[in-house]
């Protein structure tokens, strides 16, 4: 299963729901933190008694971090926190629009509840391993999951190769495509086989409404190019 993001350049890109020992790992870096911050807090109030006018303030400091990261984070961090920036994934829509508040006050406020305070954290972690999409509960309801940014490439995929600062695209028309289309155009290619080479070209132009007297083999990798520019 894959999910599809959108570039600003409106180009659909496909990556992998995280994994579950993704996400482990990503909220034990995030506990870390939270451990960091208590032993900053009791030698903080160790050194300095008075620092705090009453009980409930006191209080306030030490939990009001623990409740309020994930989705101070999220909302700041574009869909991360610190722990899913060091594990390279991030949280998205499922029809691939950028989260918004909305989405991202449900995920926290279903976190509280499926925390490790409740139900030993177990309920998550069942939600997302037989889930077919990586969604916890929270995902669910907000219609979100959360994705690998690292997807893998096979050596038979890579057919990219640097472009100037300057390259200019000569046909824009190609973010209609997906990755998927772009993987079935390099096929095309490798194959070496110009019948099938003058197939896809033809039907990629019928697809994306343009027309070009290059050659079917420089117009497919012109595309090629021009997708790659154009996702980066």
């Known amino acids: 299963m894959t999910v599809s993001i959108l570039t600003s350049q409106n180009v659909a890109l496909e990556y992998e729901p995280a994994s579950l ?18 032993i900053f807090y009791f030698v903080l109030t160790s050194l300095m008694p008075g620092v705090f006018q009453n009980r409930f303030a006191s209080m306030a400091v030490l ?47 279903f976190r509280l509840i499926e925390s490790p305070l409740f139900f030993t954290g177990i309920v998550p972690l069942v939600t997302v391993a037989a889930n077919g999409r990586g969604q916890r509960i929270g ?18 995929q890579v057919t ?11 046909f824009p028309e190609v973010a209609q495509l997906s990755d998927r289309d772009m993987n079935t155009i390099r096929e095309a290619l490798r194959s070496n086989n110009y ?38």
């Open 139 to 156: 995902d669910i309801a907000a219609g979100t999951t959360v994705v690998k940014l690292t997807r893998p490439v096979t050596l038979a």
């Open 21 to 38: 020992g993704d996400r482990i790992l990503a909220l034990m870096l995030d506990y870390l933190i939270f451990l960091g911050w208590i």
């Open 63 to 109: 939990l009001l971090p623990f409740m309020l990261y994930d989705l101070l984070c999220e909302v700041f961090l574009n869909g991360q926190s610190l722990g899913k920036i060091a594990m390279k994934i991030r949280v998205v829509m499922l029809d691939g629009s950028p989260p918004g508040l909305g989405a991202y006050l449900i995920r926290w406020l």
């Open 160 to 170: 990219y190769h640097a472009l100037p600062e300057d390259y200019q695209v000569s």
């Open 195 to 232: 019948q099938i080479i003058g197939l896809a070209a033809h039907k990629v132009k019928q697809v994306i409404g343009v027309q070009s007297e290059l050659h079917d083999v420089m117009f497919l990798r012109t595309l090629i190019s021009d997708y790659q520019f154009l996702a980066s």
